[in-house]
């Protein structure tokens, strides 16, 4: 029973480290823009934790430095439930503009769907139009994979397609202020508010392809396998979900509301929808995940082969040689995708 308490009370110490390390981190991120009151905010955790940690050894202290500690991390969460999210901040000029959607029957309408028209990376003229599209005209959902720093991470989104070269691409992505970058561990701390980048594809695919060389990005497009009427309800609810963000925004989060944790959460629509998936969570291995679930095209071809020919970066650079056209960019990007998917 001694070795039993003993380790009880070990885990606990455990628990509290990790929470002294949350706390601190999140103090640092997310703490008062004052630089010197934050530094100082952010220590206080580690302060009250390191006390506690010692009276944890003492059977007459314990119980009072967990009821002051759990006193003090009540009034962190107070302060941490407090901080909400918001449409209205100094944006940076490519998620300016939220798009949104009118529905009539059958009939999408899609106000604000960016068309930007880029010189570099960030060097561009802004542009928007609106459409409308009929559900019951889609032909195809594909997944676009972007990788720029080896085969475990990658940016996937999904682009509709409504008849050949009318597409509708739809990238999960984080809202970002001006002047500021993009933080793998600030945005486990509601640092970034949620974003549906609504685009033509020859905006946000010729974005990654032409104008990201630093590092240079590779862009898969995999063409979905399954029912039309899955596609339907998928496209349906990144409407819904499009439309409430305007009214009611959220907050990103690296790991629960990501570009793929936010993809598999919107495909609950569908009972046939995928199973929760490590290969969801580490976003470079879902195409393969997609495919070993029979959800992409390529049947009789080994993955290795279906993802060769998905890569369109040299496509998309010589279709852009050819036309300025959005629909003729989308056909020339695919034409070795399908085909894969035909063989």
Excluded at 149 to 161: Q, Y
Aim: aromatic letters at 12%; glycine letters at 4%; one cysteine or more.
């Amino acid at each position: 029973m001694k070795i039993l308490t003993a380790l009880v009370w070990a885990l606990v110490g455990l628990l509290l480290c990790a929470v002294a390390v949350w706390s601190l981190l999140a103090i640092t991120y997310a703490g008062p823009h004052n630089d010197m009151l934050r530094q100082a905010l952010s220590a206080l955790p580690v302060l009250a934790t390191l006390p506690v940690l010692v009276a944890l050894g003492f059977r007459r202290w314990r119980w009072r430095a967990l009821t002051l500690w759990l006193f003090l991390f009540a009034g962190e969460l107070w302060w941490w439930s407090s901080l909400t999210p918001s449409n209205d901040r100094a944006w940076q000029t490519d998620v300016a503009v939220l798009p949104h959607a009118t529905i009539d029957g059958d009939l999408v309408t899609l106000h604000s769907i960016r068309n930007f028209d880029y010189r570099s990376e960030f060097d561009y003229t802004p542009a928007y139009y609106d459409k409308t599209f009929n559900i019951r005209e889609l032909t195809g959902v594909d997944v676009v994979a972007v990788y720029w720093m080896g085969p475990a991470i990658a940016h996937v989104f999904l682009s509709f397609e409504f008849g050949a070269g009318n597409h509708l691409a739809i990238s999960i992505e984080t809202r970002k202020e001006k002047d500021e970058e993009y933080s793998t561990l600030k945005g486990f701390f509601r640092q970034y508010e949620l974003y549906y980048v609504v685009a033509d594809e020859r905006d946000v695919i010729r974005l990654r392809t032409h104008y990201r060389n630093n590092p240079v990005e590779d862009v898969y497009v995999y063409r979905a396998a399954g029912d039309l009427d899955n596609g339907r309800r998928l496209f349906l609810e990144y409407i819904r979900r499009i439309n409430q963000l305007r009214s009611e925004p959220e907050f990103y989060n690296t790991l629960t509301t990501n570009c793929t944790t936010s993809i598999w959460l919107n495909t609950l629509v569908n009972q046939q929808h995928l199973p929760l998936d490590w290969k969801i969570l580490v976003s470079g291995y879902l195409p393969e995940l997609l495919f070993e679930h029979g959800r992409l095209q390529g049947d009789g071809l080994m993955f290795a082969e279906v993802q060769r020919r998905a890569h369109i970066n040299a496509r998309a650079l010589a279709a852009d040689e050819v036309t300025d056209g959005a629909a003729e960019f989308s056909l020339r990007i695919r034409q070795n995708v399908e085909s894969a998917s035909a063989e």
